[in-house]
């Protein structure tokens, strides 16, 4: 399986961006996929993600109301519309996708497998 986001870029506070993933290989359908986050200097961080086949969609706190996760399953593609966006939330943003998820990890990027390359975001205040 590859992943590539893409849609990162530089966005005023308040602004939005919608961030892409296209998967390559695997069963996308059947996967649990998701975006995490790593600032500078920090850990990365779950942002959220969509739980297998089903329509469950699990978002981080810091994000709930302002991120909307979909995916677009004939497309094999991820979205992560963003809004609201304050400086806290630049980082680099990847998509990651797993076929051997436990429910109760899908929050830890240690469950997932497969990741892409990233897309910075960053917004300035």
């Known amino acids: 399986v590859q992943l590539q986001a893409s849609g990162g870029g530089l966005v005023q506070t308040g602004g939005s961006l919608r961030l892409s993933c296209a998967a390559t290989?695997?069963?996308?359908?059947?996967?649990?996929v998701g975006w995490f986050r790593q600032a500078p200097g920090k850990e990365r961080e779950f942002v959220a993600t969509?739980?297998?086949?089903?329509?469950?969609?699990f978002y981080a706190d810091s994000v709930k109301g302002r991120f909307t996760v979909s995916r677009d399953n004939a497309r094999n593609t991820l979205y992560l519309q963003m809004s609201s966006l304050s400086p806290e939330d630049t980082a680099i943003y990847y998509c990651?996708?797993?076929?051997?998820?436990?429910?109760?990890?899908?929050?830890?990027?240690?469950?997932?497998?497969?990741w892409g390359r990233g897309t910075q975001v960053t917004v300035s205040s």
């Open positions: 990651a996708l797993t076929n051997s998820a436990i429910f109760s990890t899908m929050r830890s990027h240690t469950a997932y497998n497969y």
């Open positions: 969509t739980w297998r086949n089903t329509q469950r969609i």
């Open positions: 290989g695997g069963t996308f359908s059947a996967a649990t």
